[in-house]
Structure formats: C-alpha cells, structure tokens
C-alpha cells in the first residue's frame, strides 16, 4: 500500500492557500454571486478532502510523512487557511456594497462558530482578521448610522472574545502582539463611527487594563471622543484627560529622550476641534483656548516637551474665535504669539540641534484672514484701519499675499463705512487699483461693493462674477422681502452693465441661486407677505431655463440647487395652489434632469412636494401616496441621493396624520410601516422605518380619536419594543415620550364611561391601557423611561373621559393621583389644569391644602391658582423647554 502513493504530490494547506488567493479578482470576471459559490465550494471540497485523508490514515493508505505528531492527517483547514478564506470573503464584494459586505460577513461569522467547535485556539487567532472584515463592511455602509451600528456590536462581540480569550488562556498577548492591539484600534474607531464612545471608551480602558494598547490606541480614542463631542462636551474632557495622563507619563519616565512629534501634535489638535464643536460652544471654545495656551507655554518652557502647537493649533481657536462674538483683540494677541514663535523658528539654525525641536509655526493666508474676518464683524471705528494695515503687511510678503477673501472682507468693511458716514468714496484709479476713502490703493476684487458708490471709467478688467458674491450676500441672507429685492435690483444691474458693454461678464448661476435663495428666506421666515416670495424665485428660474433652452451659457443655465430651491420655495407657500406649483416645478426639473447632467432628481425634492400635499385636506393624501409610489418604482434602485429614505415615508405618513377627514388613513399608515419593514428585511428595499415613522403613524392614529386608536396605538408601541429588543434597533428604544403617546391616544379616545366596563372590555379598555402604561413608566425599566408631567396630564384625562365621576372610586383615584404627582415633583401647568378640570372645585381645593392659604393673595377662584403659587417642591422635577442652540 505504501508503494501505491511513493512519489504523489499531495495538496496541503499551502495550495489551497495559493488557490483562494487567486480568486481575490473573481468577482470582476463572473460576478459575486458566482465568486461566492466558488469560494464555498472551494472549502466543502478541502473539508471532503480532509475527511478522505482521514478514512485514508485509518486504513494504512497515507504515507507516514503526511502525519503529524499525534498520528492524523496534516489539516488542510488551518488557521493560515481559515485566515485566507476571511480575508478573500472580505475583499469579495465590491467597494460601494453594504449588501454584499454584510453577506460575506455573516458567512465569516459562521465559520468561526464551527471552527470553536473543531478548532477553538484556530479560531481565537482568526478573530483580528474577522473584526478587519466587519470595519470594511462599515466602510461600505456610508452614512448609514444603523448599518454602522450594526457592525460594530459584531466586532465589539468578537473583541470582547478575543479579550477574554486572551486573558483566560494568557498566550493571546504574546501570539496575537500587535495583531490583537490593531483589532482593538479598528473596533474602537467602529465604535465611534456608530455613534457609541461609551463602548468605545469602556473597550479603551480595558485594552489598558490588559496593556494590549499603543500610542494609535491613545490616539484612536482621542478621535473617537471627539469627534462624539457634539453629543456631550464630557466626551471631549475625557479625551483631553487621557491626553494629559500620556503627557504627564510620557515627561515623567522619558523626559531627557523625548523628542516632539506630528503624532503628538495632531492629538492636541483633535481635542481642539472636539471642543469647539461640542455641544456646549461658549464652554468649549473656553476649553479650547485653554488647551492651546498649555500647549503654547509648555513648548516655550521645554522643547522637548510633546504638547508643541504648529499653525494648525492657532487657526483652528482663531477661526472659532471669530465665529464667535467680538473677539478681534484676543485675535490679534494670538497672532502676535504666533510672529513671535514663527520668528524664533527662523532664527534657529538648520544646523542647531533646537532646529528640529522648535514649533512649525508660521502665519499664512488663513490665519491673516480669520483676524481680517473678524475685522469685518467688528462694530470698532478703528477696524478698517487696522485691517488695512494688515493687508498693506500681507502684500509685503509674496508668501502671503492677499486672495479674494482678503479683499471681500476689505471690502464689507468699506461698504459698511460708506453706509455709515455717506462721503467716503471708491474708486478705480489709472493703474486699475481700487483706491478707498484714505487713498490707500486695494489690489482686490468688488464683492461688497455697492454699486452706486463706485466709479468704474469702463476700467473693468479682472471683474468676475465671483467678486460680486459677498456683496450679494449683505443682502440676501437678510430674509426680508427688503434684502431680496436689493439683491434682485443688484442682478439686473449687472445685466445691464453685461448688455451695454461695461463689464465682460454676466452674473453667474452663483448670483442667480442667491437671489432665489433671498426669496425662499422670505418664504420660509415671513409667511404673511403681500407678494409671492416663491412666484418671484420662479421667475428667475423661469428666465434660466428659457436662456438654457436657447442655448446660453453654461455659467448662467439653471442647475441642480436652482431647481431645489423653487420646489422648496413653494412648499413653504401659504398659497392655496402652492402644491400643485411644486410638483409642476418637480416635473419640470425631470424634464431637464434627462437633458443635462447639472440637474440631478434628489429624494428630498420628493419629500418636500410630498409632505406639502398636507395642507390640502381633499386631495392631498392621493397625490402624496402616488408621489411616493412613482419614487420607489423610479428610483427605489437609484444611487444615494435620489433613491427614496425614511425622510420620504415619513413626509407620507404626515399627511396620513394632519389629514384626518379621510376614513383609514390611519390603517394605510401602518400598512405601509410594515410594507417596508417586510421589504427591507428581505432585501427589495431601501426604506427602513426609523422612530419618526412609527411616532408619525401613532400620531395618525391619536388623531383620529378613534375607539381603536388605544389598541393600535398600544400595538405600535410594543411593535418598537420587539425590535429593539430583537434587532438591536436603538433608534426605536422607547424613552418617555413614546410611552406617553399610549396615554395620549386613550385621553383622545371616545368616552367609554357609558360604554362596556373595563371588566367587560378587558385589557383592550383604554384605561386598562393606560394603567399598563403608567406602571411602566412608574416603575425601573429597561428602557430608562420615566414618568413626566405629561403623563399625569393624561392620566387625569383619561379617568376624566372613561370613568363615571359618580363612581364612588373616581374621586379617591384622582386625589391618590395628584398626591403621586406632587410627591413626584411633576406639577406643571399642564397637569394643573388637566387635575382641575377633571375633579370637581371642593375636591380640588382639598387637594391643594385648603382655599383658605389662597384666599388672601387675591386667588378666590380655581382658575386663579398657579404652578408658582404652589409649593416649590410640587414641580421640581418639570423639566423646563430649552433653546438648544443656546446652552
């Protein structure tokens, strides 16, 4: 038998290595489905393949040097194998295909829960190669938070296997090295991609814990934290105190050696941005000076201290800065420090040692702008001559010599001067530089020119329309009916000058889109106008496209923003015919979107025209359900951007809700919520309900005040509940609000207190719902809903509106109900009044301790009592509304 095999060459692990790796590019040539089967074959064969050699073994027909130590057969499906047959799954789909990612994924997933069966140390090492695949997937996922999301609980499971792993067997640190190090860096980048710096920040401190981490940890994290600081400012305080921890290590242990670097720098400068662009900006920016001054003044105690700012540092706080308030004079130190410290730089010799320590730091067009900027804004006298003192030194230096947005700052400066004191005056002078009212000559462009103030003599050579731009926008962003006509009669004098010869050029779409824009401002912020704002817009677009169809211009033809701009125009118009003139616009925006490729189809110019049909209560459910169906038909396949969102279901199932003369438009809402449930879930569609959706179906159904509406209302509730528990749907979590939308719809339902008796009706009454959902809401959940001062407000409703108040029980529950709110500190005035109109007046004067301790104050009548005449304690815990723009 032995001689039967003497001299055949028999495959290994190695060739069936060499073989998956020729499939890499064998989607290109057959397709992924059929690359996909290929794969799964190639490893049902080497599983055959090894059960063979194995009968072979048992049967004396394999060669001894095709055993291993333990007397089987060499695995052909080894770790290196199984590793293979990952990466080739994860570099399958292509580049733009979540769908495809996420099989290959699954497949993956699938492979290591049979290898822990069969190889449970195989496994374990595969794992960083399985978490690489699932970042990929999240790659392809774009924008889509959930797909994000979706990946990264898979990666953070196998992480955490992987860390426990590590830990129980103590082999993983020293197998894996740098392998199980990078698999925590990609799945704490995932978790932050998916808008989860908790979890990424717990995984952070465990990888110290284990001291399984490197400096791209630190710095993984950092990004992670900051760029989560949107959310909550903690997030970035945490990142800078993990900074400053590595600081204070890093200058502790290895002081005399450290040598400043990019790495380092970059670090500070992500926690720069995270505070000043994290929720609360007046704190942040605060923070962020903060960090900068450390930054500064450590670097010029010790060079070799990390913390070493570059310009990057300055112009991130200086731009802010100047977003934010008046704040020229702190602008102007910060770019002195920064002379100063590009000055010792350019003192130091290349030769010196200090060369490569000291900071790169040096001023540029960007930093000289921020501080022009700020000029602009600033109500100073004394701010045209500063900034004009800045830009005679900036034209000194040809490495930082003044552009367009030099100049359109110079220039509001001067037109705001010239609107103050009425006498100064700009000019052209014979060596076409515009002279200002100090007869300084200004090498810039017109952008904030006021045309009646300016002298051209025909001398119009290096005039665009882009130098008008900034002059265009003193008017335009105004939202007045007053701003848009300037800008309108600004237009039509540049056509003028065009026709006659004065200028070269026409104004451009740029121009044209802001006066379009100037009148959807008025539009949008104005509603009660004497004119159409959106019938002027059309106007301009009408004149557009009738010079496209001529064959004008390409600068001065209609493109996609125009078009976006009048449909959204009129559906913010209060006239009756405002969504018929939108989907018309829609229409022609198709027409042209099939001519030219500057006018591309957008879902939410679907959307929009869709959720106007709103304000027609006859038609207007009709025309917003086949809007919507002639998008998911059209362009359910298209690219993102056009095809249809939960924005578009969402804009449908609004007009469901606001539109409540019609009979079952509540029932068509649900069965669309679920229509696209059940597509998206096998894959034929591209809408994915999210909470605003089902939040807009319950709303159609509260709205109907239907007997039903409790139950249906109560069902969509549980409905989000089940995915959030089944699918891992976050999003659908219900919190407090959507809890008080059950009691909401029985407050709404018709009175039943006449009707079938709760014992009757059973656990379908509308205040057996609500008593359901008022132990949630009182008691410790999952969801951490609570209850408010709303939900008392219903409550009292609901017992008001099915209960007999002659039910010797009513008025003993609605006195244990008030004591429950005052006890809990949600006295509002909305659970005030719905308490004093629910009970009768000496029942409520009882409740409130007697009408005598109102008496004096003046307050003889129920009516008469406030929240503020009540004890403080009553409403402490009512949340007040804030403008969150503002914190």
Not at 775 to 782: F, Q, V, Y
Request: contains cysteine; positive net charge.
């Amino acid at each position: 038998r032995k001689g039967h095999t003497a001299g055949v060459a028999f495959p290994d692990s190695r060739t069936f290595v060499i073989l998956l790796q020729s499939l890499q590019n064998l989607p290109s040539t057959i397709g992924f489905e059929d690359a996909l089967d290929a794969i799964e074959c190639l490893v049902q064969s080497a599983k055959k393949y090894e059960k063979q050699m194995q009968w072979s073994i048992e049967n004396g027909i394999l060669p001894m040097a095709r055993l291993n130590v333990r007397g089987k057969s060499k695995p052909i499906l080894n770790e290196y194998s199984y590793n293979t047959i990952i990466k080739t799954l994860s570099n399958l789909p292509a580049e733009d295909s979540w769908e495809e990612s996420h099989r290959c994924c699954v497949r993956i997933d699938a492979l290591i829960r049979e290898m822990k069966q069969s190889r449970p140390k195989d496994a374990f090492r595969c794992l960083p190669n399985v978490i690489t695949a699932w970042a990929k997937c999240a790659e392809r996922a774009g924008d889509d938070r959930e797909q994000v999301r979706l990946c990264a609980e898979r990666a953070g499971a196998h992480i955490d296997a992987l860390l426990k792993e590590s830990v129980q067997s103590n082999v993983g640190k020293n197998f894996l090295g740098h392998y199980l190090v990078q698999a925590i860096n990609e799945t704490i980048a995932l978790y932050g991609r998916a808008g989860m710096p908790s979890r990424a920040d717990d995984l952070f401190s465990q990888s110290k814990g284990l001291n399984t981490q490197d400096l791209g940890t630190l710095s993984t994290i950092i990004s992670v934290l900051c760029d989560n600081g949107s959310e909550d400012i903690a997030h970035v305080e945490k990142a800078r105190d993990y900074l400053l921890e590595f600081e204070r290590e890093k200058m502790g242990t290895s002081r005399p050696f450290v040598i400043p670097d990019m790495k380092f720098t970059s670090m500070y400068n992500n926690v720069i941005s995270g505070f000043i662009n994290c929720d609360m900006k007046t704190r942040g920016l605060e923070q962020a000076q903060a960090l900068l001054a450390h930054m500064v003044s450590s670097h010029e105690s010790n060079l070799r201290h990390i913390a070493r700012p570059n310009t990057t540092s300055f112009a991130r706080v200086m731009s802010a800065l100047a977003q934010r308030g008046d704040n020229t004079k702190l602008l102007e130190q910060l770019l002195r420090k920064l002379e100063f410290m590009h000055q010792r730089r350019k003192r130091t010799p290349k030769s010196s040692p200090e060369a490569q320590l000291v900071a790169n730091v040096a001023p540029n067009v960007v930093i000289y702008n921020i501080l022009l900027k700020s000029y602009a804004r600033c109500k100073d006298d004394g701010a045209l001559e500063s900034a004009l003192g800045l830009l005679r030194r900036m034209k000194k230096d040809p490495d930082n010599a003044p552009d367009d947005l030099s100049n359109s700052y110079i220039m509001a400066l001067m037109h705001r001067k010239n609107g103050v004191d009425g006498n100064s005056t700009i000019s052209l002078n014979k060596e076409k530089k515009l002279v200002g009212p100090d007869s300084t000559r200004l090498n810039i462009d017109i952008e904030n020119l006021n045309l009646s103030e300016l002298n051209l003599g025909g001398q119009t050579e290096g005039l665009t329309s882009k130098s008008f731009n900034s002059l265009m926008n003193v008017h335009t962003t105004t939202g007045t009916v007053d701003g848009a006509e300037k800008g309108a009669a600004l237009l039509r004098k540049l056509e003028d000058m065009y026709n006659s010869g004065e200028i070269d050029f026409r104004p451009d779409i740029i121009l044209q889109n802001k006066v379009m824009n100037a009148w959807h401002l008025c539009e949008k912020n104005n509603r009660d106008q004497p004119i159409s704002p959106a019938a002027k817009a059309q106007e301009i677009l009408d004149a557009l496209c009738k010079h496209r169809e001529m064959g004008g211009e390409d600068e001065v033809t209609p493109n996609d923003v125009s078009f976006s701009i009048c449909i959204h125009s009129w559906c913010k118009s209060n006239l009756p015919d405002a969504a018929e003139r939108a989907e018309q616009l829609l229409r022609r925006k198709e027409v042209f979107a099939k001519k030219y490729d500057d006018v591309q189809i957008k879902s939410s110019d679907y959307n929009s025209v869709i959720s106007k049909w709103k304000d027609d209560p006859v038609n207007g459910p009709e025309r917003a359900t086949l809007l919507f169906e002639e998008l998911l038909l059209r362009y359910g396949d298209s690219e993102d951007g056009t095809k249809p969102t939960a924005a578009t279901l969402n804009a449908l199932l609004d007009v469901y809700a606001k539109c409540r003369d019609h009979d079952h438009l509540a029932e068509k809402g649900v069965a669309y919520l679920n229509r696209m449930n059940q597509l998206y879930k096998e894959g034929k569609g591209c809408i994915l309900p999210d909470v605003i959706s089902y939040r807009s179906a319950i709303d159609a159904w509260i709205r109907r005040w239907h007997k039903d509406s409790p139950q249906k209302v109560d069902a969509l509730v549980k409905e989000m509940i089940a995915k959030y528990k089944d699918e891992g749907r976050r999003d659908l979590c219900p919190d407090s609000n959507a809890l008080n939308l059950v009691l909401k719809a029985c407050a709404h339902a018709p009175a039943m207190w006449k009707g079938k008796g709760i014992t009757e009706k059973g656990n379908d009454h509308p205040i057996a719902i609500a008593n359901r959902t008022f132990s949630l809401l009182k008691g410790k959940n999952e969801y951490g809903a609570s209850a408010t001062h709303a939900t008392y407000s219903f409550m009292f409703h609901i017992y008001r509106q099915h209960m007999d108040f002659r039910d010797k029980r009513y008025a003993t529950l609605m006195q244990n109900m008030w004591k429950h709110c005052c006890k809990d500190g949600l006295v509002s005035k909305f659970s005030l009044e719905s308490f004093r109109d629910s009970v009768l007046e000496p029942d409520f004067w009882k409740a409130l301790g007697g009408k005598d301790r109102f008496v004096k104050p003046g307050k003889t009548k129920a009516t008469d009592v406030l929240v503020e005449d009540l004890p403080k304690e009553w409403s402490c815990h009512v949340l007040q509304l804030k403008d969150r723009g503002k914190r």
